[in-house]
């Protein structure tokens, strides 16, 4: 064999050589060889509040062929591909993040990171985050230090925080039912529940009182009042009952006319409460700060404007009382003041709290509980 044969045949070879080895980036115009669609992963999401979270991904290698295109792929449903909601990027590879807006609260989102180069889509896994309302992702998320009652009524009635159970009075005009979350109990005059836990509740400075109530359109033999709940000292006239809200002669066509009493002091702006017998659920919140003597009443997690402004004499405690009674006044108190009368409706989830939630406290709880978190 000649040398200049030779010189030729390892030229070739080198040239094979070259070749095979040739991956091609945005600038080759060689063979697309070894090159392979994007390795990818996603990130988790980050600063989720009540509108925003930040999502993203790392392109760890564009396994030969440059990239084209990465992004986040997202639906509030499982799933997702570049079919539904996508936000492109673009990355010589690494980290990269967005920021997704105008989220809707109470919402589980699903996610994953995408990339694109000459041989292929490849996505990272599927995750996912959920949009809070406040910071708060479940009811018993809510100021949870400080509540110091709470009656579901799932088939009974106990209080899940002291698990004291309450005693009902005049059992024929009390059952279960359906309710907001779970059960409900269902309280006609003359019944009531007693919660035994009086001291708990009498001693409380400040207090919020947050509950679901269901009432019919119309009342079979309707009374002038009804009464949610109450805290009560025997044998004392409804001037020194201590703590009850009620609503008075309501209009079944317009708004309600409810009252708050705090230790004989009225909050009574007449028909200022949204309509109530309406047979749908409606969430009541009272707060009272004891310490200034702030008084705040919300319905479905709307502050009565009128109740903004309203103060009573700052407290220390609600003492003494004999008994919190839950859907009505006790018998003491109905016997001397014959116009007390107990809910004639439904009552869910009530709770009890040692401070004047705040107004996104109060906000958040409603939005939670009203989808059944």
Known sequence: MSMKYSIYLLAGAMLGIAALGCKKTGSDSGMEVNANAPSITTADAINVTSTNATVGGNVSSDNGASLQEVGIVYS???????SKTRVRMY????????????????????Y??????????????????????????????VAAANLVAHWAFENGYVDSVSKVAGTPVNTAA???VTGK????????????????ITNTIANLGSITVACWIQQPTSLASAPTTFMPFSLNKAGYSWEQTK?????DSPDNTANSYGKVCIMDQWFDKGKV???MLDASWHQMVIT??????????????????????HSFTPQTNFGPADSFTLGGPDANANTINGWMNSLSGNLDEFRVYSKALTTDEVMALYALQNKGF
Request: hydrophobic share 35%; proline share 4%.
């Open 288 to 309: 009272f700060d004891g310490a200034s003597g702030a008084l705040r009443v919300y319905v479905d997690g709307t502050l009565l404007p009128q109740s903004s402004a």
């Open 174 to 176: 009390i059952s279960f």
């Open 181 to 196: 979350k779970g059960q409900a109990v269902q309280v006609k005059s003359p019944g009531y529940i007693n919660s035994n």
């Open 243 to 247: 703590f009850f809200m009620l609503f």
């Open 112 to 141: 994953r990171a995408y990339a694109i180069n000459e041989k292929g889509l490849t996505y990272g896994a599927e995750k996912s985050f959920f949009v809070p309302v406040n910071g708060y992702s479940a009811s018993s998320q």
């Open 91 to 110: 990355t010589a590879g690494g980290n990269f993040s967005t920021q997704l807006k105008n989220l809707s609260l109470l919402t589980t989102y699903y």
């Open 273 to 275: 409460w949204p309509r």
């Open 76 to 82: 509030t449903s499982a799933g997702v591909d570049t």
